[in-house]
């Protein structure tokens, strides 16, 4: 947290024109198309560095410094919306919007679980994590890139709530729901089949038929 010293900077540059094609030649150079827009100023059309800027979010970060080429001012921007291609996998675009480091903001941050359960000890027992987020209000500055959720001591059939996971700061309030299930210990009901046995004949005794020959009749 603390993000005004840790904050990465993204080298930006304006982009003259938008469309399809010229931003296909943007992400062709290594370059990845994005809009910065809010705080009552107008969107602005730039570009940045692909491979920095993707390396940035995997490992979880949100806010970014923007440093225009030619200009001295640098914008805070936080991370909005993320594009991908038809695949899914490789980002298009990025949308940031404007923010100020003391103001507050509603963002959704990924909870991490942690520990061992208790519960998990129980023959069919399971974990279940419903969401792996939980949205929280809280200052540009403290935004963390994740919360921790400890379930060392949930125990079979006990539920983790939103309302029960600890944030990070006093300052930070929950908007989710506060009943949101986070994580649950829930035991698989063992159903046995019991299978009755048939007697199975193995075969099948013929009556003996015996027949007696009578003698000719005298004629």
Do not use: W
């Given at each position: 947290?603390?993000?005004?010293?840790?904050?990465p900077?993204?080298?930006?540059?304006?982009?003259?024109?938008?469309g399809?094609?010229?931003?296909?030649?943007?992400?062709?150079?290594?370059?990845?198309p994005?809009?910065?827009?809010g705080?009552?100023k107008?969107?602005v059309?730039?570009?940045?560095n692909?491979?920095?800027?993707v390396?940035?979010?995997?490992?979880?970060?949100?806010?970014?410094?923007?440093?225009?080429?030619?200009?001295?001012?640098?914008?805070?921007?936080?991370?909005?919306?993320?594009?991908?291609?038809?695949?899914?996998?490789?980002?298009?675009?990025?949308?940031?919007?404007?923010?100020?480091?003391?103001?507050?903001?509603?963002?959704?941050?990924p909870?991490?679980i942690?520990?061992d359960?208790?519960?998990?000890?129980t023959?069919?027992?399971?974990?279940?994590?419903?969401?792996?987020e939980?949205?929280?209000?809280?200052?540009?500055?403290?935004?963390?890139?994740?919360?921790?959720v400890d379930?060392?001591d949930?125990?079979a059939?006990?539920?983790?709530?939103?309302?029960d996971?600890?944030?990070?700061?006093?300052?930070?309030k929950?908007?989710t729901?506060?009943?949101?299930?986070?994580?649950?210990?829930?035991?698989?009901?063992?159903?046995?089949?019991?299978?009755?046995?048939?007697?199975?004949v193995?075969?099948?005794?013929?009556p003996?038929?015996?027949?007696?020959?009578?003698?000719?009749?005298?004629?």
């Amino acid at each position: 947290m603390k993000h005004e010293e840790t904050a990465p900077v993204l080298a930006a540059t304006r982009r003259e024109r938008t469309g399809t094609r010229y931003c296909a030649r943007i992400r062709q150079a290594g370059g990845l198309p994005a809009v910065v827009y809010g705080h009552g100023k107008p969107p602005v059309s730039i570009a940045v560095n692909a491979i920095e800027t993707v390396n940035h979010l995997t490992k979880g970060d949100k806010i970014f410094k923007i440093k225009m080429e030619g200009e001295s001012e640098v914008q805070v921007v936080i991370i909005k919306d993320l594009q991908f291609d038809h695949l899914g996998t490789n980002i298009v675009h990025a949308d940031f919007s404007r923010v100020d480091f003391e103001e507050r903001i509603e963002v959704r941050v990924p909870v991490q679980i942690v520990g061992d359960s208790v519960g998990l000890k129980t023959a069919g027992a399971m974990l279940v994590t419903p969401t792996n987020e939980i949205e929280i209000e809280c200052l540009v500055a403290n935004l963390p890139s994740m919360i921790e959720v400890d379930i060392t001591d949930l125990d079979a059939g006990q539920i983790l709530h939103a309302e029960d996971i600890a944030l990070p700061l006093p300052t930070m309030k929950l908007v989710t729901d506060s009943q949101a299930i986070v994580a649950q210990i829930v035991v698989q009901a063992v159903i046995e089949e019991v299978t009755s046995e048939e007697d199975e004949v193995e075969g099948e005794t013929q009556p003996e038929v015996t027949t007696e020959k009578k003698d000719d009749a005298d004629e």
